[in-house]
Every structure is written in structure tokens, then in C-alpha cells.
Nanobody
Framework: HVQLVESGGGSVQVGGSLRLSCEAS????????VGWFRQVPGKEREGVAT???????SYVDSVKGRFTISKDNAKKTLYLQMSSLKPEDTAMYFC??????????????????WGQGTQVTVS
């Protein structure tokens, strides 16, 4: 049974920082598509940052230069370091993992495993 468990969300002031973590209990992250998505009520889920099977990293334009995605395969953990946070970053953040993929910015349908989400509120 694959579980992705996010942590690190919370409330932060504008300009602040947060680090999200996502632990994959039984899933080897090496060679897989992994990523962070976010969603606000009434809107579609948005890809924030992804790493494809070739370790290519992609960010949505709105977070470039502020967010950094990384992973530790040995710890089976995915991270999202968020800095210079803005109110528009407020959302539920989800980590995701899939099989192999080589798209530069894999869409949500490439990911078969999802966490429950962690809320990030910037005000």
C-alpha cells in the first residue's frame, strides 16, 4: 500500500518561507515522475514543480526563482522549499508520484499516487 504523506504546511506572512516534505512510505522515488501540485477551491489543480525520470526539473512560471523542488531517494522524501511567499500561493499543496515519464512538465494525469494535501496560507 503506497502512502504519500505531506508535512510542513501552515500559515505564514507575506515574504516568508515554508518547506514542505512528502514521505513515500514504500515507494522508491528514483526514476519516477514526482512533483508538487496545488489547488484552491473552485479551480483546477495546478502543477507547481515536477521532476521527471531524467531528473529534469520544471516550475510553473509564477514560482520560478522562489520555489525549489528536490528529493532524497534514500529517504524516499520529496521536498518543496518555498520562499518569498505571496498571498496567491495560498492553496492546498499535494505531492504526487508516478511511473516513468520524460515530459518536461508532466501533467497531473501522469501521476498515480497522491498525498492527502497540506494547507499553505499566506497573508
Amino acid at each position: 500500500h503506497v502512502q504519500l504523506v505531506e508535512s510542513g504546511g501552515g500559515s505564514v506572512q507575506v515574504g516568508g518561507s515554508l518547506r514542505l516534505s512528502c514521505e513515500a512510505s514504500t515507494l522508491d522515488l528514483a526514476g519516477r515522475c514526482v512533483g508538487w501540485f496545488r489547488q484552491v477551491p473552485g479551480k483546477e489543480r495546478e502543477g507547481v514543480a515536477t521532476i521527471n525520470s531524467a531528473e529534469f526539473i520544471s516550475y510553473v512560471d509564477s514560482v520560478k526563482g522562489r520555489f525549489t523542488i528536490s528529493k532524497d531517494n534514500a529517504k524516499k522524501t520529496l521536498y518543496l522549499q518555498m520562499s518569498s511567499l505571496k498571498p496567491e500561493d495560498t492553496a492546498m499543496y499535494f505531492c504526487a508520484a508516478g511511473g516513468t515519464c520524460h515530459q518536461r512538465a508532466p501533467a497531473a494525469d501522469r501521476f498515480g499516487f497522491w498525498g492527502q494535501g497540506t494547507q499553505v496560507t499566506v497573508s
